[in-house]
Nanobody
Framework: QVQLVESGGGLVQAGGSLRLSCAAS????????MAWYRQPPGKAREFVAD????????NYRDSVKGRFTISRDNAKNTVALQMNSLKPEDTAVYYC?????????????WGQGTQVTVSS
């Protein structure tokens, strides 16, 4: 059974940084892509970034390019999202996700989410 547990959320002032982490268990971690999504207050869940199983391919939504970095440590079964230069519009619940198949862009398993609040 795949389990994803996020941590690292919190309250930060605009311009600050946070690092989110997601611990995965239940299968061979390095075989599958991982992703971060977020759900701003009153809005639908949206893609933030994803990373291939090897870590060699990454994708970002345009609004976070140059500010956020996704990375993974396959030895520790973790994926991280380093968020710099945070803006109030980054406020959201952030979710870690992975796929049933080795296919980027299609995510089936989700963590419980961690709240990120950026104050102006």
């Amino acid at each position: 059974q795949v389990q994803l547990v996020e941590s690292g959320g919190g309250l930060v002032q605009a311009g600050g940084s946070l690092r989110l982490s997601c611990a995965a268990s239940g299968r061979t971690f390095s075989n599958y892509p991982m992703a971060w999504y977020r759900q701003p207050p009153g809005k639908a869940r949206e893609f933030v970034a994803d990373i291939s199983g090897s870590g060699g391919i990454t994708n970002y939504r345009d609004s976070v390019k140059g500010r956020f970095t996704i990375s993974r440590d396959n030895a520790k079964n973790t994926v991280a999202l380093q968020m710099n230069s945070l803006k109030p519009e980054d406020t959201a619940v952030y979710y870690c996700a992975t796929s049933k198949r080795a296919t980027m862009g299609m995510y089936d398993y989700w963590g419980q989410g961690t709240q990120v609040t950026v104050s102006s």
